[in-house]
């Protein structure tokens, strides 16, 4: 498998706290949003999505809050446990179409 | 089931040489895309297939050819590799195209060194 870029911003939380990680996206158009995990040597792999009609979604111990005006797109894991370190990193989508914008990404480092 | 898989994992190359990494999928997905991944960069597309017979260029397709002669099967070409395409390759494919439902599964990458 592979990894990701060294260089990436890097959020680190202590296990069992609440991580938040954020994202600005570029195109105010774009309607469908979705957060990927990639852990070190592995592909990206999805974990939430969110559609522009809503604000909020939840997961199992996840939640994505989006916020339009802003253009800004979080991603809060709640409990943060060491299988969540990874880098995460948001797609946005205009028109359901098949180009998604991919952001660069956030390493999330779970402290014991 | 694997999902998706890739070959080779691992090539290094010298410039002007060519080689096709495969990409095959075996959850009957129509749409395939081919992704590079670059160190503080998000993923960029290079090509895409909307189905067998069909491909399509994305955001980054110079240098690369794609054929999607079976539905299980993308595979991504250089015909003569340069430096600036030392990369981790990703593939992906979806039921469809960017739904709600309909998210993209990845392949565990290539990375291609080109010298």
């Known amino acids: 498998g592979e990894s990701v870029g060294l260089h990436l911003p890097t959020l680190s939380v202590q296990e069992g706290d609440n991580s938040i990680i954020n994202c600005a996206y570029s195109?105010?158009?774009?309607?469908?949003f979705i957060w990927y995990k990639q852990e070190s040597g592995k592909g990206p792999q999805f974990i939430i999505d969110?559609?522009?009609?809503?604000d909020k979604r939840q997961g199992q111990r996840v939640t994505v809050l989006l916020n339009k005006t802003v253009k800004h797109l979080s991603l809060q894991i709640a409990a943060t446990q060491p299988g969540d370190s990874a880098v995460y990193f948001c797609?946005?989508?205009?028109?359901?179409?098949?180009?998604?914008?991919f952001g660069p990404g956030t390493r999330l480092s779970v402290l014991p | 089931n694997a999902g998706v898989t890739q070959t080779p994992k691992f090539r290094v190359l010298k410039t002007g040489q060519s080689m096709t990494l495969l990409c095959a999928q075996d959850?009957?997905?129509?749409?395939m895309y081919w992704y590079r991944q670059d160190p503080g960069m998000g993923l960029r597309l290079i090509h895409y297939?909307?189905?067998?017979?069909?491909?399509a260029k994305g955001e980054v397709p110079d240098g690369y050819n794609v054929s999607r002669l079976k539905k299980q099967n993308f595979l991504l070409g250089l015909e003569s590799a340069a430096p600036s395409q030392t990369s981790v390759y990703f593939c992906?494919?979806?039921?469809?195209?960017?739904?709600?439902?309909?998210?993209?599964?990845f392949g565990p990458g290539t990375r291609l060194t080109v010298l």
């Open positions: 992906a494919s979806s039921l469809a195209a960017g739904t709600a439902a309909d998210t993209q599964y």
């Open positions: 297939s909307v189905g067998e017979g069909t491909t």
């Open positions: 195109n105010s158009a774009s309607d469908y």
């Open positions: 959850m009957n997905h129509e749409y």
């Open positions: 797609a946005e989508n205009l028109d359901y179409g098949q180009n998604f914008v």
């Open positions: 969110i559609r522009s009609n809503m």
